[in-house]
């Protein structure tokens, strides 16, 4: 059938990236995208570092000014989408509107996952998940002394590093035995505590929160899993997200870990593509199904979902990167480290400057890099053309990264 209309229901970094593409690449059909939030599209990294901090305004972080998208008739609808009429391929929304669509991609993203403990619902205890929660967390910044973080991942390290920054007395728990447990090896994990702990940050790992006091309605204390009682003005979670799968579950579409797609990013629906926060794709890299949390991921899924829709049609293979800034560490990280078996590490972790190879049955599967944007970059490219490196050459004295990158691209000499 002819593709006249493409609506889209979410308006994070997919959602908004599906739609752009779809007009750089020339489609001329009608495009839709529904976000719950008022006002424009907005980049979310920044939320837990420099908005937070305050080093940038709401307006920077926009992906587009308004006339971009009038310009490319992109038209925005505020509102939420309740849900999906498969058979008259029709989107119907809370407030009764309907919108048809010819292909319908869904990035609704995830949401935070809420405290499960007594004392959660106190004025004070705050998740950062969007630009509403960072600018709560930015009016209680300067009247707080004393801050409990509940979650060592990305988003809760990068706010205690923001908090210890500001001079405030900063302790984060963690149920896991190591920070960022899920996202990269022990070495890293080893190399991020010790740096919090110099800014001053208290870790405590292996222990999380068991409740949550309130005086007059406002947190005053947690009681930590362990036993150990902290008198706090403020708590901030982070422990993980749940993809937003209400909307395809209740329309009948393959679900597990997210919304269930095949190479090409689509869902058992041959109408409806999911991309983002919420998709569960077949991953090259990892080999089997896997949902990522990042903004590579999501602008990855979104260009290859618009190349579909206008012909050009290719499977989901792009190797996975991320990054996070933490005080003045910058960590950056090429492929998935999951199930390696050689940690290999190249630099100066005292300066600190270096990174952590993973290798799985001698392959190169992962990179991380701190302060060394010159190894991710190499990374990238190597996990991009399956280059042949060895535990035994990485582990070689003086082994420098980029160099033998440098050095596969050269002809060889007869």
């Not at 308006?11 to 739609?19: I, L, R, S, T």
């Not at 999906?84 to 996952?113: K, P, S």
């Not at 973080?149 to 896991?176: Q, R």
């Amino acid at each position: 059938m002819t593709l006249n209309k493409v609506v889209i229901v979410g308006g994070g970094q997919a959602g908004f990236q599906v739609a752009a593409s779809l007009r750089q690449d020339g489609f001329d059909g009608d495009v839709t995208v529904v976000g719950d939030e008022v006002g424009l599209p907005y980049q979310r990294p920044p939320l837990s570092k420099a908005y937070l901090k305050g080093a940038v305004g709401a307006d920077s972080l926009e992906f587009r000014p308004q006339t971009f998208f009038a310009e490319h008739r992109i038209d925005l609808v505020h509102g939420r989408a309740a849900a999906i009429d498969r058979t008259n391929r029709r989107v119907m929304l809370e407030d009764g509107r309907a919108l048809d669509y010819d292909h319908l991609v869904l990035a609704t993203g995830a949401h935070n996952r809420v405290l499960p403990v007594p004392g959660a619902d106190l004025d004070g205890v705050c998740g950062l998940r969007d630009l509403a929660d960072a600018d709560r967390l930015r009016e209680r910044l300067g009247d707080v002394r004393h801050v409990v973080v509940a979650g060592a991942g990305f988003i809760g390290l990068e706010f205690a590093a923001v908090a210890a920054g500001l001079g405030l007395d900063v302790h984060v728990l963690e149920m896991a035995e190591r920070p960022m447990a899920r996202a990269v090896s022990r070495p890293m994990s080893d190399a991020f505590a010790k740096a919090h702990r110099g800014w001053g940050v208290k870790l405590d790992l292996g222990q999380g929160l068991s409740r949550i006091e309130g005086r007059d309605g406002r947190v005053a204390a947690v009681e930590t899993t362990a036993g150990l009682r902290i008198e706090t003005d403020l708590v901030v979670f982070g422990i993980g997200v749940i993809p937003n799968m209400r909307l395809a579950e209740e329309a009948g579409l393959a679900i597990e870990n997210g919304i269930k797609v095949d190479a090409h990013l689509l869902t058992s629906d041959p109408a409806i593509s999911a991309a983002g926060d919420v998709a569960q794709f077949p991953s090259v890299q990892a080999g089997h199904d896997v949902r990522l949390e990042s903004v590579q991921n999501a602008v990855d899924h979104a260009r290859l979902i618009a190349a579909r829709l206008i012909g050009h049609t290719v499977p989901y293979t792009a190797v996975p990167w991320f990054w996070s800034d933490q005080g003045d560490l910058k960590l950056q990280i090429a492929g998935l480290m999951i199930g390696q078996d050689t940690e290999i590490m190249v630099g100066d972790v005292d300066k600190p400057a270096f990174s952590v190879l993973g290798f799985r049955a001698g392959t190169l599967i992962a990179v991380e890099s701190v302060n060394r944007a010159s190894d991710h970059m190499a990374a990238r490219r190597l996990l991009t053309s399956h280059a042949a490196l060895s535990p035994q050459e990485a582990g070689a004295p003086g082994f420098d990264l980029k160099a033998w990158a440098v050095a596969q691209g050269r002809p060889s000499r007869s």
